[in-house]
């Protein structure tokens, strides 16, 4: 059984920045691609940021040439650093594997940007 656990959310201004982390325990993340998302009040679960085995990233339009996800196999773990963040970023952060998804869903990370 995989367990996830992110951790790094709060508050923070517009233009801040914010680095989440999610760490993974139960199996070995290496060989799997790793993604973010995120929910935003009232709306359905998105895909934000993507990180094959391989390292190669994809990122939806919203948060492209401002988020950035990374990956430490040896600490399986998995980060996103945002930065210029925007009140539209408002949202609970997940990390969770590529689909199919059959991981369970850790509780989260809520981020909030106001000013």
């Known amino acids: 059984q995989v367990q996830l656990v992110e951790s790094g959310g709060g508050l923070v201004q517009p233009g801040g920045s914010l680095r989440l982390s999610c760490a993974a325990s139960g199996r070995k993340i290496s060989i799997y691609g790793m993604a973010w998302y995120r929910q935003a009040p009232g709306k359905q679960r998105e895909l934000v940021a993507v990180i094959q085995n391989g390292g190669r990233t994809n990122y939806t339009d919203s948060v492209k040439g401002r988020f950035t996800i990374s990956r430490d196999n040896a600490k399986n773990m998995v980060f996103l650093q945002m930065n210029s963040l925007k009140p539209e970023d408002t949202a609970v952060y997940y990390c969770?594997?590529?689909?199919?998804?059959?991981?369970?869903w850790g509780k989260g990370t809520l981020v909030t940007v106001s000013s």
């Open positions: 969770n594997k590529l689909a199919p998804i059959n991981w369970s």
